[in-house]
């Protein structure tokens, strides 16, 4: 069975950070790109980043860029969002996401974990 599952998230501070990882199984880690997105109440799906497995080459969203950073330890199956200097409109729900079998970044996502709420107090 083919897994996303998302841990990290919390509530924090504005200016503090957090690191989100996103646990995958069920299927052959190399093979995809994984990426992060997010929703917040009231506004659209926000794509963030993505990283293609298979040469560690990554993907930004323009207004992403600064302060997030995505990594992945192949070993454990595993991807990372590292977010730093954290604001108020950060709050959101954040996926981890797959994109199609042996597809680079960026790339559309069809399978997503269930999310871990960010909330970034003021």
């Known amino acids: 069975e083919v897994q996303l599952v998302e841990s990290g998230g919390g509530l924090v501070q504005v200016g503090g950070s957090l690191r989100l990882s996103c646990a995958a199984s069920?299927?052959?880690?190399?093979?995809?790109?994984i990426g992060w997105f997010r929703r917040a109440p009231g506004k659209e799906h926000e794509d963030i980043s993505c990283?293609?497995?298979?040469?560690?080459?990554?993907y930004y969203t323009d207004s992403m860029k600064a302060r997030f950073t995505i990594s992945s330890d192949n070993a454990k199956n595993t991807v990372y969002l590292q977010m730093n200097s954290l604001k108020p409109e950060d709050t959101a729900v954040y996926y981890c996401?797959?994109?199609?079998?042996?597809?680079?970044?960026?790339?559309?996502?069809?399978?997503w974990g269930q999310g871990t709420q960010v909330t970034v107090s003021s």
């Open positions: 996401a797959r994109g199609p079998y042996n597809t680079s970044c960026p790339t559309p996502y069809g399978f």
């Open positions: 990283i293609s497995i298979s040469d560690g080459s990554t």
């Open positions: 069920g299927f052959t880690f190399d093979d995809y790109a």
